[in-house]
């Protein structure tokens, strides 16, 4: 999480919002949207055996347009591609991901 939540505090400039969604998104001060695709792509990285018609279907009712729905699906495939790559070669983080460093 260290990699993304810097990604996340260069985008939202909000370094408190930030640590509240690695803390627990579930109590972060987020919107209900953003609330719900956390939950899907939570429970499709942790489960995606059990992903059903109606998981979809959360993301509808929360406003997602199915190419959003996709939009969502594709990158959290490929951040699992990429996290179990560099998992499975042991790559190390550069020193520009160092949580610590603030980012501009």
């Known amino acids: 999480m260290v990699h993304h939540g810097a990604g996340l505090r260069k985008i939202t400039r909000d370094s408190d919002l930030v640590e509240q969604i690695i803390k627990d998104y579930k109590k972060a001060d987020i919107p209900k949207q953003d609330s719900t695709m956390l939950d899907y792509v939570v429970k499709l990285t942790k489960e995606p055996g059990s992903m059903v018609e109606a998981d979809v279907q959360k993301l509808r009712n929360a406003g997602f347009s199915d190419v959003g ?26 020193s520009i991901w160092d949580e610590k460093k603030p980012v501009h």
């Open 69 to 94: 729905i996709l939009d969502i699906v594709q990158v959290a495939g490929y951040y699992a591609y990429v996290n179990r790559l560099a998992d499975g070669l042991g790559v190390e983080l550069e």
